[in-house]
T-cell receptor
Framework: DAKTTQPPSMDCAEGRAANLPCNHS???????VYWYRQIHSQGPQYIIH???NNETNEMASLIITEDRKSSTLILPHATLRDTAVYYC???????????????FGQGTILTVHP | DTGVSQDPRHKITKRGQNVTFRCDPI?????LYWYRQTLGQGPEFLTY????????KSRLLSDRFSAERPKGSFSTLEIQRTEQGDSAMYLC????????????FGPGTRLTVL
């Protein structure tokens, strides 16, 4: 599975956009980019995923570069409740030998300040 | 909302005792995963099932660990002869095998071995 690199921590002011970067320079053509977050003592929460195109849902936007070697998760208006560890994961699509297993790294600790 | 549920949420046991955890996946999901998370680390994959078949097991799953999913619905994870090193959060996730296999996590079971 492709590895990801994320900054260990980031800060953001409440109400501002939080932009969380992720490098995945060894990503394969059939691998998706997933983002999860984990609030203290809870299970990871799915946020968004994408393959090639930018994606948006009610929680966030995902911007994937054209070469797919990096991506950015955007929380458009961060709130205090968005304080969490954010994980960027690449995982194969159906049919890959590692299909079904998520490999979590250390993630980025996002702290949203009042 | 019928998300992934886990029982118990917390378990305290003495070293050498056996413990069993249960996971109920989202009802239409055919894949079920177990992960383990120790303090300060991201979740680590343990094993996964498609329907009732256990398709992959991590090297982390020692002989003292066994997982079952007898009817392709709920799953149990048993740890025999617990050790202090087994203290961790045990997470369950489920998904529908498809083009992206998005996994949804339960709240976890926090195990403390004294």
């Amino acid at each position: 599975d492709a590895k990801t690199t994320q900054p260990p921590s980031m800060d953001c002011a409440e109400g501002r956009a939080a932009n969380l970067p992720c490098n995945h320079s060894t990503i394969s053509g059939n691998e998706y980019v997933y983002w999860y977050r984990q609030i203290h003592s809870q299970g990871p929460q799915y946020i968004i995923h994408g393959l090639k195109n930018n994606e948006t849902n009610e929680m966030a936007s995902l911007i994937i570069t054209e070469d797919r070697k990096s991506s950015t998760l955007i929380l458009p208006h961060a709130t205090l409740r968005d304080t969490a560890v954010y994980y960027c994961i690449v995982s194969p699509s159906a049919g890959g030998t590692s299909y079904g297993k998520l490999t979590f790294g250390q993630g980025t600790i996002l702290t949203v300040h009042p | 909302d019928t998300g992934v549920s886990q029982d118990p949420r917390h378990k305290i046991t003495k070293r050498g005792q056996n413990v069993t955890f249960r996971c109920d996946p989202i009802s239409e999901h055919n894949r079920l995963y177990w992960y383990r998370q120790t303090l300060g680390q991201g979740p680590e994959f343990l094993t996964y099932f498609q329907n009732e078949a256990q398709l992959e097991k991590s090297r982390l799953l020692s002989d003292r660990f066994s997982a079952e999913r007898p009817k392709g619905s709920f799953s149990t994870l048993e740890i025999q002869r617990t050790e202090q090193g087994d203290s961790a959060m045990y997470l369950c996730a489920s998904s529908w095998s498809g083009s992206s296999d998005t996994q949804y996590f339960g709240p976890g079971t926090r195990l403390t071995v004294l």
